[in-house]
């Protein structure tokens, strides 16, 4: 049973708001979303964008349900997770930027024998980019409890409703996403899908290096008083 004063239907709209906006800005996994439903088909942009609206759920449910702890821990240990996520970033932009497209008749983009290892491939990847996202959680805490839904959590529920909204959410706009880029295949053939790995892998990699930066002991401030900048 609800909590008293919550309609079922005004907070699954609000969870699918809330996760439609927060998935909105291009970050590291819309990137291999993009790249991925252009390259390899509207299936391998799905995926991907499921794995990340998964690893948005997860974060609204944090959020929905008050882990404090969790906060507490991926604030105590916000550098490391930054610190392997940047790695991470980097690695993968390498591996795009000088990845060579697949052309018919390559006997490799050709094999179908593993077709589910490859989309849970390209789902967990986006999913583990999204948790190694420490701005992420703390978006989900800001703006629940702006919205009075940090409680929430005390009624299965109601809980159940607004974490399967914010899931909704994320996928619409993942959905979206992915059938603007297919539209866009067209476009990018021959040399261009290698321009597309590079600009994805250039993209991934500068990501992954202020992942980097960031958690390296640097005085900002004197950075930027030295620089000459406000």
């Not at 609206?53 to 969790?70: E, H, N, T």
């Not at 989309?119 to 409890?145: C, D, E, K, Q, R």
Request: hydrophobic fraction near 55%.
């Amino acid at each position: 049973m609800l909590l008293d004063g919550i309609d079922p239907i005004y907070l699954g709209i609000e969870g699918a708001v809330i996760g439609f906006l927060i998935a909105l800005p291009i970050g590291p996994a819309g990137i291999l979303c993009i790249q991925r439903a252009i390259s390899h088909g509207a299936l391998a942009g799905y995926a991907t964008g499921v794995g990340a609206a998964a690893g948005d759920a997860v974060f609204g449910g944090m959020a929905a349900f008050g882990l404090s702890y969790v906060a507490e821990f991926i604030t105590h240990y916000e550098t490391v997770i930054r610190a392997v996520g940047g790695v991470l970033l980097m690695w993968m932009g390498w591996s795009y930027y000088h990845h060579r497209p697949r052309t018919i008749g390559d006997p490799v983009a050709a094999d179908r024998a593993h077709p589910y290892l490859t989309y849970l491939h390209y789902l967990s990847s986006s999913f583990f980019i999204t948790v190694f996202n420490p701005i992420t959680v703390m978006a989900f805490g800001a703006v629940f409890a702006s919205r009075g839904l940090s409680n929430v959590g005390s009624d299965m529920l109601a809980a159940t409703i607004l974490i399967a909204g914010v899931l909704v959410g994320a996928l619409a706009w993942w959905a979206a996403l992915v059938l603007v880029s297919s539209a866009a295949r067209s476009w990018f053939v021959g040399g261009g899908l290698i321009w597309l790995n590079r600009v994805s892998g250039a993209a991934l990699g500068g990501f992954g290096l202020l992942a980097a930066i960031s958690v390296l002991p640097i005085n900002w401030t004197s950075v930027k008083a030295a620089a000459g900048l406000p």
